[in-house]
């Protein structure tokens, strides 16, 4: 195969992959739309972009939000975006270039490394039915794509220059790939064929190189951890997942199912993986390096982390490395086996689990059609106006004000919702607040409206209000009518 076809069936595969894994399991992208939706900022699709977009404005200070304070040394991509003045849609799509690169990356891999065109395409297809993919195409500002991209390059690349500047950048992105470095070892001596001998000494400089570029990292983050205040963010972190509710002693069953829905079939792979790597090991010793490997990869990742399906995602090299060692031993019946595994991944359920929570993954049909027809979802402005309606009829106005707030950033000219905040508002008696609602109201609404009449009485009252609370000397507010 020439360069030019070879580099052709690269990206065919790399496209052909991706587009058939989102179809399958698409993102929620109809929820992206509420970014700018202050109410919003809990859900994950959106929730890290808005910490995102302070830290590239200011790289160094503090994450404000606790829920992404993990991200505070994640320095690697805001410091570029800022540096090059990066606009944010920009820096919102460079997840998505990731996830091809990681593709192709995965293509090539297997067909250099077994010469099998089909193997090759098959692999790409199934390396995109796991958690990594769902993640990089569905929740924003979200980098594992390029995070797993460097571990994969550790575990295969033959280029030690590679290898180091993965090793140097990639903690940068997620301290993942430092968890994660075992298991990309254990890959890289099962593929290489370290574990048919002893410890040669290419093994043993290659390994002297890694811990050698990564310890400048982690002295660095230890004293960060140690100095306290606003730098200690990891700290805080690694007690809330290790002895709060998010840790995996409080939640075995949502970890098991973590496990499961990381993978799903691709478990075959990688157990593949670990009874080959038996076979090919010579000395017990080896055996025990490469599933101890695997499992201080795995479990570490899953005790230090909280969203536990994402998280299972670091078995990508291992299941690289199963499909590449039954390439070279030539199993029977591998390509059928790797194409039953995709087709099968490709039709059952998947989902996301963070914590004591599963989240549901649809087809791409599903999430179109919710996109064309919100209705009743979170990024419906009646669905909130209903919301808001209804926490009034109980006496709850606070709330009542937060769903008209969402339907107002969802549709600023909603003027049913306008309306209702302003009474909402005016309930609590902050009838400052009131009035530039019912005025916005008033002049968005048709002329048939038939709550301007009484829109017009409160903004009466509202005036009457502010007039009979103001000093004197104080001239009432002027707003438009």
């Not at 698409?26 to 302070?54: D, K």
């Not at 025990?288 to 490997?293: D, I, S």
């Not at 499909?323 to 029977?332: D, E, S, Y």
């Not at 599963?358 to 791409?364: G, K, N």
Request: with cysteine; charged share 15%; aromatic share 12%.
């Amino acid at each position: 195969m020439s360069k030019t076809r070879y580099c052709l069936f690269i990206v065919a595969v790399t496209l052909a992959a991706a587009a058939v894994c989102v179809f399958a399991a698409s993102p929620r992208f109809y929820l992206w739309q509420g970014l700018n939706v202050t109410e919003m900022v809990g859900l994950p699709e959106i929730n890290r972009a808005v910490s995102t977009q302070h830290q590239i404005d200011e790289p160094f200070a503090p994450v404000v939000n606790p829920s992404n304070a993990i991200i505070r040394w994640r320095l690697l991509f805001p410091l570029l975006a800022n540096a090059a003045s990066m606009p944010f849609s920009v820096y919102l799509a460079l997840p998505f270039v990731g996830v091809l690169l990681l593709l192709g990356t995965v293509t090539h891999v297997v067909h250099r490394d077994t010469g099998d065109a089909w193997l090759a395409a098959l692999s790409a297809g199934l390396a995109g039915t796991m958690s990594w993919f769902f993640v990089s195409t569905g929740w924003l500002t979200y980098f594992d794509s390029w995070y797993l991209l460097g571990a994969l390059v550790v575990a295969t690349a033959r280029p030690m220059w590679a290898v180091a500047a993965a090793v140097l950048l990639c903690p940068w992105i997620d301290e993942r790939f430092v968890l994660m470095l075992p298991l990309c070892w254990v890959a890289r001596a099962s593929t290489s064929g370290w574990v048919r001998g002893r410890m040669n000494g290419q093994a043993i400089r290659q390994s002297a190189w890694v811990v050698g570029l990564l310890t400048p990292y982690l002295l660095f983050r230890v004293a960060m951890m140690l100095v306290g205040g606003g730098a200690s963010t990891s700290g805080d972190y690694l007690t809330r997942v290790l002895f709060g509710e998010w840790s995996a002693a409080a939640n075995l069953p949502y970890v098991a199912a973590g496990a499961w829905y990381g993978l799903r079939l691709a478990w075959v792979v990688a157990m593949v993986f670990l009874l080959l790597s038996k076979r090919l090991s010579k000395g017990s010793g080896w055996v025990v390096f490469v599933w101890g490997g695997v499992a201080l990869g795995l479990v570490g990742n899953l005790i230090l982390t909280g969203d536990y399906s994402r998280s299972t995602s670091v078995m990508l090299p291992v299941v690289i490395a199963g499909i590449v060692l039954a390439g070279r031993l030539k199993l029977p019946r591998r390509r059928s086996v790797l194409a039953a595994l995709l087709l099968l991944n490709l039709l059952l359920p998947v989902a996301h689990v963070f914590g004591p929570r599963v989240a549901a993954i649809e087809w791409f049909p599903s999430a179109w059609h919710t996109y064309r027809n919100p209705e009743g979802t979170l990024v419906d402005p009646a669905y909130h106006i209903r919301g808001g309606n209804l926490a009034m009829q109980v006496g709850k106005p606070d709330a009542a004000i937060t769903e008209f707030t969402w339907a107002i950033e969802l549709d600023p000219h909603n003027y049913s919702a306008l309306l209702g905040r302003a009474v909402a508002y005016a309930t609590v008696g902050d009838w400052r607040s009131a009035l530039p609602d019912i005025d916005a109201a008033i002049e968005r609404a048709p002329k048939d409206w038939p709550e301007a009449e009484p829109a017009r009485l409160l903004r009466q009252r509202a005036i009457g209000e502010l007039e009979h609370r103001q000093p004197t000397n104080e001239a009432t507010p002027s707003t438009p009518r």
